[in-house]
């Protein structure tokens, strides 16, 4: 089964014949993560990989036992232990000689939190492994708890009033480990994704992917709009997208337009912000804090693009 069209990408002969994420999975309609392993399968092409997934929403994606919605070897592994897990692996094919990459795919939770003990050793060692995070800002598998992941204002099950922290700075985090590759992906910019996947899959020692995936079930979202609100994201400054090397060479890859306009649409397309009211003017001054952090670590701007 071929893939469709990404973003103008077509699926050719030196691709993955087979997608990473088969038809069956168990993910809601809208889940960017489905989105995501589509991408990450036309970047894997012919390269040999496995799966270390958490006990996370891409647990649950593998649908029922015995059949797997994917395509290569998955482990499933406790919730802070898939860079463990990982890292093991890749010890036992380095030591075999394989040319496998390994790959950990988990969300905020596992991640910015119940995993980042684990997550920080396995980047401290520089681990051979490529580690994507698959940030739906929330704890989607057990009923939409806040993480340190959900933004200024999201209502979820434990803030329902809306959460009072800012997000977690989980670059900075992965940065300050020296590690040799991070970078932030956006979903709706599919040929600057799938060049990130690829360098992350051919770079050796512990990298980082931090892509915003989003949750209609925990957003309040319609699920066709997933998409466009990560395009949002990235054009009012929300999300920036970036590379960061040896943790401390920065690139910025898209300058955004900072449209007031743009993120007063992000806000209202999800209802996860309406009890809080918070509007694009209680957010500004937090984004352009960030950015200006960013460009002052990057010492230049790369022209901008039409997003």
């Avoid at 592994?77 to 010890?91: E, L, N, Q, R, Y």
């Avoid at 003990?117 to 060692?125: F, V």
Wanted: aromatic residues 6%; neutral net charge.
């Amino acid at each position: 089964m071929r893939e469709p069209i990404l973003s103008g990408i077509v699926q050719t002969e030196q691709d993955r014949p087979r997608p990473l994420l088969r038809p069956g999975s168990s993910n809601c309609g809208g889940c960017g993560m489905s989105n995501i392993l589509q991408l990450l399968s036309h970047a894997i092409a012919e390269r040999d990989v496995r799966l270390v997934i958490p006990a996370c929403c891409g647990a649950i994606t593998a649908a029922t036992y015995p059949q797997s919605a994917f395509d290569v070897p998955t482990i499933l592994t406790t919730f802070a232990s898939a860079p463990s897990v990982a890292t093991g692996m890749s010890s036992v094919f380095r030591l075999n000689n394989e040319d496998t990459r390994v790959i950990c795919m988990a969300g905020d939770g596992g991640t910015y939190d119940i995993g980042m003990a684990t997550l920080s050793a396995a980047a401290e060692r520089n681990e051979d492994i490529l580690y994507i995070c698959y940030d739906n800002e929330i704890y989607g598998n057990t009923g939409g708890q806040r993480s340190s992941a959900t933004p200024l204002g999201a209502a979820t099950t434990s803030t329902p009033k809306g959460k009072q922290e800012i997000k977690k700075d989980i670059m900075a985090i992965m940065a300050a480990h020296r590690i040799p590759y991070a970078a932030t992906v956006s979903i709706a910019h599919a040929a600057d994704a799938v060049t990130k996947m690829r360098c992350a899959l051919d770079t050796g020692g512990f990298r980082f992917l931090h892509i915003l995936s989003p949750c209609p079930t925990g957003w309040k979202s319609e699920p066709a709009m997933g998409i466009e609100l990560v395009r949002l994201a990235v054009r009012s400054g929300l999300f920036p997208v970036y590379e960061i090397f040896n943790g401390e060479r920065y690139v910025i890859n898209i300058e955004p337009d900072f449209s007031d306009e743009a993120l007063a649409m992000y806000l209202s397309l999800q209802r996860r912000f309406r009890k809080s009211g918070i509007t694009e003017a209680n957010l500004r001054p937090q984004i352009e804090k960030h950015w200006n952090g960013l460009r002052s670590l990057s010492g230049r701007i790369l022209p901008a693009r039409r997003l």
